[in-house]
């Protein structure tokens, strides 16, 4: 886990106090110590200790919450009796895929890269867009004529 060199952290303040304390009895034994000093010593140090301690588990507890909610949540979508969806059965299989590599095993799936979009498929992705039927006309439409009788037609025009 990615939080198991925190709370190691921790647990090694807490030795380390814990060490502290011990000297600090220790020393209590010698005849010429101050018994005030002893006792503000090893307060001071278990202060200190449970000033660290609350902090860092408030912290944590937030980011705990935040996983369980996260956790609830990916555990519940992988048990549920829905299908999934293309991209949650990408995830899955990328997953599964990279756990395979992580273990030495080669791979099941093969995942292409992505081609680079050229006209080709933004011409095709634009016929894809455009299905919808055009309405028709109900006039007949006229038919094309040759470019001679097209001439012939403008040269009439421009005589009348």
Known sequence: MQKAHLYEALYLVNHGIEEAVRGVQRLKKAPHAFREVYYKSVAGLERRRALINSQFMHEMAGEEEDNVSFFEEEYNRWLSDDPLDNEEIYKLVRFIEDQ?????EPPLVQFLKPKKQGKENVVHKQALKDTT??????????????????????SDALAA
Not at 100 to 104: E, H, S, T, V, Y
Not at 136 to 144: A, G, I
């Open 100 to 104: 395979r590599k992580k273990m030495g």
């Open 133 to 154: 039927p055009k309405p028709r006309s109900r006039l007949p439409k006229p038919k094309p004529r040759n470019k001679m009788a097209q001439a012939r037609a403008a």
